[in-house]
């Protein structure tokens, strides 16, 4: 499945050519516009491509897992003559990272991973996807009231905000995303997929952890040393799950340094 992507750079000249490209993958509910101000830094001086997974943004939708969406990754970056590829994922798009990394190494530079482990995951996503399912459109429907339809059952406004990007306002409104084929496929999205004895991905990567999350836990350092044995682990203190959106600039700076080094 060939992916929607939005490019953006190098804005400046004098970009070696030789860089990879930079490929950022949004989490669960999210889209690649979620993260076009760390795209547009990262484009004064490389190729990025910010990336709808399958289900969500502009891209097609189907029955999701991870070998699957690592898949579609190397379909639609090879179609944009963008491999091997740095890539940067937060929680499913790091999953969906990890996965094509440890499948397909050749593919990947090196890779970003976002407060997810390898591991099995669940905090309550498969409940809100049901919960949305249920939810009734109007015949016409505004921000306004889209924002208080979802608070029946997102008292969160951030989470509101998340989702709010998912709905189709005007007439005949609805859910732009796959969210019947995400529901159906939430406990594939919670999982995490077999790889076989000896995979391993060498190449550099930096996990980052929210503080307050509760993703990454110590029971997972171990996995995480004999797939990645080439991975930093930094915590950026004061955040949650959402590490990116609740700390810009201290992100944008690890992501920086990373990217550049």
């Not at 509910?29 to 004064?44: D, E, K, P, T, V």
């Amino acid at each position: 499945m060939k992916l929607n992507v939005v490019e953006r750079g190098p804005e400046r000249t004098g970009t070696p050519s030789s860089a990879p490209p930079v490929v950022l993958l949004h989490g669960l509910f999210g889209r690649a516009r979620n993260l076009g101000y760390f795209q547009r830094r990262l484009a004064r001086d490389r190729r990025t491509l910010a990336v709808d997974l399958r289900n969500h943004g502009d891209s097609p939708h189907g029955q999701m897992d991870y070998t699957t969406m690592a898949f579609d990754l190397t379909e639609t970056l090879a179609a944009h003559d963008a491999l091997p590829a740095t890539l940067v994922g937060h929680s499913m798009g790091g999953k969906a990272a990890m996965t094509l990394a440890l499948t397909k190494p050749d593919a990947v530079h090196s890779l970003l991973v976002a407060d997810i482990p390898p591991a099995r995951t669940g905090h309550g996503s498969f409940g809100l996807g049901e919960e949305m399912l249920k939810i009734s459109f109007p015949s016409y429907l505004n921000r306004t009231d889209a924002d208080a339809l979802l608070a029946e059952k997102i008292p969160s406004a951030d989470v509101r905000n998340l989702m709010l990007q998912n709905i189709r306002l005007g007439d005949n409104p609805g859910w732009i995303i796959g969210l019947s084929d995400i529901v159906a496929s939430m406990t594939n999205i919670e999982g995490w997929p077999y790889i076989p004895e000896g995979h391993s991905f060498y190449g550099p990567t930096l996990f980052l952890a929210g503080g307050n999350s509760p993703y990454i836990q110590p029971e997972h350092h171990r996995v995480m040393r004999r797939l990645f044995p080439n991975h930093r682990f930094e915590v950026i203190e004061e955040a949650g799950h959402w590490l990116h959106a609740e700390h810009p600039e201290r992100f944008a700076q690890l992501l920086e340094a990373f990217v550049a080094g």
